[in-house]
């Protein structure tokens, strides 16, 4: 776009003469330019040069352009995985990182337990279940805490006995960070509904039970992040003493 607001130069000669002439799939550079503007359903290049954007316009036009076409991109994506079922999509997804990094010190301990949070989150995490997946017959699915269920994200989250004292322990936690009674009691007895709020709380099918301030969804993520890793700890330590 600076060449484009150069009428006179010698680079605006040479790029005018290539968006004339270049075939769709050479390299030239106006070819590629082609190739974004389309891919970011931009103006044309030829649009573009008879209208040169000031530059303001240019860099605005151009962000809403990029985020609502990876925000189109990864919903798609989305919406046929279904391991990434309680991932929420930012809005505006560009510059914007999910409050699961928002609400991350810098810290490394801070991060090791955010990578943890989003291994969970993305159903990366290997729990029983995914790990028979990989090797089929040689592993069982089944929880190798409490033996009575397969060991799945809800299942280690949400209701597996061998971990009910540190989960009824962290959430009176999150009653504190809700401040109602009433939405708490909702919220934990829909499984759902609760396994929802612990992987991701900014997601939008929470939006109709309860609104949550900023300064909630980065408590409850905090929270979230500390609660998954006492239970990954004492899951390891389990299995590691049998
Ligand atoms: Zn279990």
Known sequence: MNIARLPESVEYKILRRQLLMAEQ???TLASNARKILEKYNLPTPKELLEEVPTKDKWKKMFKKASNDYWENTWRQELATQSTMK???V???VVDN???LWKSTCPKQHEVQRAEIKARLITGTFILQ???MKFNKSEVSA???LCG???ETREHLLGSCSALSQIREENLTRLNVILSNDNIFTT???DSGMLIQIILDCTHSSLKDHVILSRDQETDIERWSQAYCERLITHRAQIISSK
């Open 187 to 189: 919220i934990t007895q």
């Open 86 to 88: 309680y991932l929420q």
């Open 129 to 131: 279940t995914n790990a």
């Open 142 to 144: 089944t929880c190798k």
């Open 25 to 27: 799939d050479s390299k």
């Open 90 to 92: 930012q809005h505006p």
């Open 97 to 99: 990182p999910h409050n």
């Open 148 to 150: 009575s269920d397969d």
